[in-house]
């Protein structure tokens, strides 16, 4: 789904720029991790996509697990707190893990997600975002695979959703303020 019409601005990354964006990172990872086995932990639901195309780009050994996390409080992100709502399905003790998430916003969602699965024991615990945004953040964290740092501005497609909607999109594109004002 490359033209759901009418509801986005502009185009920021065009589904050629976020491939070729994945192959690059996928190819530090492969130099970084040489020899050793990742475990790949996706954040559902946005990192999806991210997940799919980046462990397909790598030709280290890999498995895959998930969680979902929501923050508590009055729908607000800077509540500061975090709640698991699906937890992992694999012992993570003495294994090398590489978080992989569509965007850092704040910040409090891996923020807290580092700090929750470092006390798991892990040999080692490094993130992949595919895009941040630098004037957002207010938890910094150590985030060793970025794909892009993006303006401060509602962008959805390639995982990222408003209300749900736009995950499908193939760009990267900003939202027409009639979408989110109506
Ligand atoms: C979004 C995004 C990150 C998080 C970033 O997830 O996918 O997980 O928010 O925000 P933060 O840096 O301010 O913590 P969301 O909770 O919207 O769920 P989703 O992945 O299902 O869209
Ligand atoms: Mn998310
Ligand atoms: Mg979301």
């Given amino acids: 789904a490359s033209d759901i019409p009418g509801d986005f601005d502009h185009v920021l990354y065009t589904e050629e720029q976020v491939a070729s964006r994945i192959r690059e990172v996928a190819a530090q990872i492969d130099a970084d991790y040489a020899g050793r086995e990742i475990l790949m932990v996706g954040l559902l639901n946005g990192a999806v996509m991210t997940m799919a195309d980046l ?3 790598m ?3 890999m498995s895959m697990d998930w969680m979902a996390v929501s923050s ?7 509540s ?3 709640r698991i709502l699906k937890d992992l399905t694999k012992d993570i003790d003495g294994r090398d893990i590489l978080i992989v998430e569509d965007i850092i916003d704040t910040g409090l ?3 807290y997600l580092v700090q929750n699965l470092r006390s798991r024991n892990p040999n080692s615990i490094e993130v992949m975002a595919m895009f941040r945004k630098p ?3 207010t938890c910094p964290l150590d985030v060793k695979y970025v794909g892009f ?4 501005e509602f962008v959805v497609g390639y995982g990222l959703d408003y209300a749900d909607r736009y995950r499908n999109l193939t760009d990267v594109a900003t939202l027409a303020p009639h979408v989110y004002k109506s």
């Fill in 55 to 57: 462990c397909r780009a």
């Fill in 59 to 61: 030709t280290s050994h």
């Fill in 72 to 78: 508590y409080g009055a729908g607000t992100k800077s």
């Fill in 80 to 82: 500061g707190v975090v």
């Fill in 109 to 111: 969602t891996l923020s």
């Fill in 135 to 137: 004037e957002a953040v």
């Fill in 149 to 152: 740092d993006i303006p401060n």
